[in-house]
């Protein structure tokens, strides 16, 4: 079941379509460049992850200072492109660190971004150990600061309720939401979320400030504990992708990386985090994930930016996912 799981991702990113997407985004720069149409250094490529899902990279051949350089193209929905145009521009405007984009609404079926400087902070973190501790603390300030933005920000909707169930839904996925239903807590004063805040969508271009957080497609008002939880299921879930060595490790440093993230973050928290509701949340992040990997079990990838399909061996993350959900949700 996993092997076909895995063949339709195959499936799924082979029917991508780069050269449009390369086509589309000179057709967007022509209207800088004097109605000019530029050449594409090369054809887009697929980011598959990163920076969120319908994401591909892009070069143009112009020397421009607006198009030149390495660009960042989605192509999502014009709604879902509208709603993390507003949630980057609200960003920016309050002067939080959030990528620079190059098309507004009138571009509707694309946005494109100009691709911040630097590499990831996951790649960074791996690459210099000594240096951990430092850009945790600075990842917890950083997330920290976010949830001090004006609260309206981005004109976006609550935190969204858990996925909808396939009718073939593994009995302990169903367990979970009945759990989750039973237990939801009553709402609690909202703050900007990223949804997705976690060292593989943060850039950093050296020791330059603590990063452009990138990939807002997940924004939303909820409360904070909302959002730690997803970075602390984001820690944690690591660990189900990757080689079996990769496996091992991540298993061995993800709780001191989430325990050292979240103390930081609370030292420059605007408001203390309710235990109760971190965990109901990261019950909630959790059950995601184990809907996500349930369903491509059942039915196959999405669609090529299913992250859940890239879980090393689906059955198995499956019983981790509902033991860990078990431990949030208090046994």
């Not at 935190?159 to 009945?178: H, K, M, N, S």
């Not at 944690?236 to 490790?249: D, E």
Request: net charge negative; proline share 9%.
């Amino acid at each position: 079941m996993a092997q076909t799981w895995h063949d339709a991702y195959a499936a799924a990113a082979a029917e991508v379509d780069a050269h449009a997407v390369s086509e589309a985004v000179c057709g967007l720069a022509a209207g800088d460049l004097g109605g000019r149409r530029p050449a594409c250094a090369e054809d887009a490529g697929p980011i598959w992850a990163g920076w969120g899902p319908d994401a591909y990279r892009v070069r143009l051949a112009t020397d421009h200072p607006r198009w030149s350089g390495t660009l960042v193209a989605r192509t999502s929905a014009p709604d879902a492109l509208a709603r993390e145009r507003a949630w980057v521009g609200a960003a920016r405007d309050a002067g939080f660190p959030a990528p620079e984009p190059l098309t507004d609404g009138d571009a509707a079926t694309l946005l494109v971004f100009r691709q911040p400087a630097g590499t990831n902070l996951a790649e960074r973190m791996i690459s210099d150990m000594p240096a951990l501790p430092r850009l945790l603390a600075e990842f917890g300030r950083l997330h920290a600061r976010l949830h001090q933005l004006p609260p309206d920000a981005g004109a976006a909707p609550d935190a969204p309720a858990p996925p909808a169930l396939d009718g073939d839904a593994t009995p302990a996925i169903v367990r979970q939401r009945e759990w989750l239903d039973a237990h939801r807590p009553e709402p609690r004063d909202p703050v900007v979320c990223h949804g997705e805040f976690n060292p593989a969508h943060i850039v950093r271009d050296g020791d330059e400030g603590p990063g452009v957080p990138v990939n807002w497609t997940a924004a939303t008002r909820a409360e904070p504990e909302f959002d730690v939880a997803a970075t602390l299921v984001g820690f944690w879930s690591a660990a189900l992708y990757g080689n079996a060595v990769q496996r091992r490790a991540l298993k061995m440093v993800r709780e001191p990386l989430a325990t050292t993230y979240l103390s930081r973050y609370q030292e420059a928290a605007a408001r203390p985090l309710d235990d109760g509701r971190l965990r109901y949340w990261q019950a909630h992040h959790l059950h995601r994930l184990a809907a996500a990997i349930d369903h491509g079990l059942h039915h196959g990838a999405t669609g090529p930016w299913d992250t859940s399909a890239h879980v090393a061996i689906p059955t198995r993350s499956l019983r981790d996912v509902d033991r860990e959900f078990r431990q949030a949700a208090g046994g």
